[in-house]
């Protein structure tokens, strides 16, 4: 049985083969009688550092993040995930008011998959909202389940998709 499969594979006869477990017709020429493939050991010899001696710095440990906030304070604008609560409605106003402080809205709208006109209700409810502030709606999706309003200051680059960065004209 393990003649066969190292034929399959097309490896090399067993060296340790008898001649009984081989079939009749096979020439002696390809019978292959030899030696084990050695195998040098590495060129180089690899150290490795334990961790406590490798020059990286954990972000998350608390001398980093009491340098964070005294060199950059702390963060003034985020980035809010919205869905529409149990009697489907978003709350416009709060949304609003973070929109002008700088952050940014992503309303999921993905939950009232069944419920187009509800759906197309809200959507037309936070084009308006941002029309009156003066804000751009991005649809992330091409059934405008997902939408993306950039608060005041934030910039959408709308050729490379990027999102970042404070606006020059803030």
Known sequence: M???IYDLFGLPKLPGAKQSELPEDTPDAEIIEGEPIHIPPPIRK????????LTFHDLGSKRWLE??????GLPNRGLRYIRPDEMHRLPLEPMSMRLLQGDICIIDLSSLAHMDSQRS?????VQE?????????????DNNRLLLVPGRGSRVDT???DLGGNSILD
């Open 2 to 4: 393990r003649r066969r």
């Open 121 to 125: 209700a809200l959507s037309r409810q």
């Open 159 to 161: 050729e490379t998709h």
């Open 129 to 141: 909202m941002a029309n009156y502030n003066g804000l751009p709606v991005f649809s992330l999706e």
């Open 46 to 53: 690899v150290n490795r550092k334990p961790v406590r001696d």
């Open 67 to 72: 340098w964070s906030a005294r060199m950059h």
